[in-house]
């Protein structure tokens, strides 16, 4: 029983050394593009009331939830998701004010996902959300502070790919499928798995031709392809998504990063918040993407605060792996100094000691060990990392 205290959970692990120096590394550099967009830092509890992520809200199942009680019985959840917090924050902080709000967040969100094999648990996650503009432009700036944070990390060589909700909820309601078919037919198309959604289209006895075309809505990836895409269509939803794109890459055009962006009009997600653009980034290293995000112009209403919104979250912990698959992140220097001294040369070392950590030097004080030689000093440092080691005294 006391040996298997040393050992974590199922789907959370420790950090430490060089790796966390890199994630540190990672997390500087996408808080400096947040600020250079102009976004201010806000944190928000780690666990909230449970209604603040229910099923009406649209966020994570409640089965995938880490539930708990408080003292007055209160049901209480960890965060799986920053942006419902930020929502309700927003809403209550920022009541009445009636200019965009740019605000940016860091910290662990928490999803029971032990069936999915290779996740973890507890992630890392930063992100921007840009409240109160319901313009392209605002969707234009997050997609365009994704790529920019995405180039400071040391990547070139990663696509965001760009979809449009309404354009799966215009097939839809052109459709007439009633809302249990919708979301059967949504979690299908969400993994891309037509044999799912054909089946669902078959049960509800749907014509196959709207499954021919979310399917190929699947295939878009260029701008010219965007704007074939609106013959494929007649319904109004559909045709004004698909425009809605086609504005939004003359912007992102305008910032000089439209290289970085494809389109994806078969994309939808599985947080039902979502209510106009939508995009993931992926890259090379990862299964999954490493930034995902899009507008959610109903969710603070839910907090009594109606205002438009879009975001994003970097997912910290995928982008390390892909940074460390792809061989393009900079080692983390320590540039530590250890001083080893004895009893005779205290006085001496702990005034260099003061003195060089004054100067703002990295400076470890480590009484000398008789046991331990000059050598085994110098090999532990250098398997650790130390670059400089100094000894006081008479050590051999």
């Known amino acids: 029983m006391e040996r298997l205290l040393i050992h974590t959970p199922e789907g959370v692990r420790d950090i430490y050394g060089g790796e966390l120096a890199r994630k540190h590394q990672t997390e500087k550099r996408l808080q400096a593009t947040f600020d250079c967009y102009g976004y201010q830092e806000i944190q928000t509890p780690a666990f909230e009331f449970f209604d603040v992520f229910s099923k ?13 009680f408080d003292k007055e019985g209160n049901t ?7 942006t419902p917090s930020i929502a ?17 967040y860091e910290g662990n969100a928490f999803t029971n996902t032990t069936q999915l094999q290779g996740k973890l648990n507890e992630t890392t996650q930063m992100g921007v959300e840009l409240i109160g503009e319901d313009r392209v432009e605002a969707d234009a700036e997050v997609i365009c502070l994704v790529i ?18 309404d354009f799966f909820k215009g097939i839809c309601e052109e459709a007439a499928l009633d809302e249990e078919t919708v979301l059967k037919l949504r979690e299908y198309i ?27 809505a699947g295939d878009i990836c260029t701008i010219d392809e965007l704007k074939d895409a609106r013959k494929m269509v007649s319904n109004d939803r559909s045709l004004a998504a698909i425009d ?49 995000g899009g507008r959610y112009d109903k969710l603070l209403s839910r907090f009594g605060k109606d205002a438009p919104a879009v975001g994003c979250v970097f997912l910290v912990d995928d982008i390390q792996s892909a940074l460390a698959a792809q061989g393009v992140q900079d080692p983390e220097e320590e540039n530590i100094c250890w001083i080893v001294y004895d009893e005779n040369s205290r006085k001496e070392a702990l005034c260099e000691i003061k003195q060089m950590r004054a100067a703002g030097q990295k400076v470890s004080a480590i009484v000398r060990d008789p046991g331990i030689s000059k050598a085994g000093y110098e090999d532990y440092a250098k ?7 100094r000894f006081y005294g008479n050590i051999d």
């Open 148 to 165: 920019d944070a995405l180039k400071a990390c040391g990547f070139d060589q990663f696509t965001v790919s760009v979809g449009q909700i």
């Open 56 to 68: 009406e809200v649209g966020t994570t199942p409640s089965k995938d939830l880490y539930k708990f």
């Open 383 to 389: 398997r650790n990392g130390i670059k400089e080691i």
């Open 244 to 292: 809605r794109l086609i504005d939004l890459y003359d912007v992102v055009d305008l910032y000089g990063l439209a290289d970085y962006i494809s389109f994806d009009l078969g994309m939808v997600s599985k947080f039902h918040y979502y209510t106009g653009v939508i995009f993931k980034a992926f890259t090379y290293g990862v299964g999954d993407a490493i930034v995902k």
């Open 190 to 216: 969400s993994v891309k798995n037509y044999y799912g959604a054909e089946e669902v289209l078959r049960e509800a006895g749907v014509a196959t031709q709207y499954l021919d075309l979310l399917e190929h």
């Open 88 to 104: 309700r924050c927003a809403a209550k902080y920022f009541m009445e004010d009636a200019m965009p709000i740019r605000l940016c």
């Open 76 to 82: 209480l959840a960890l965060r799986p998701d920053f």
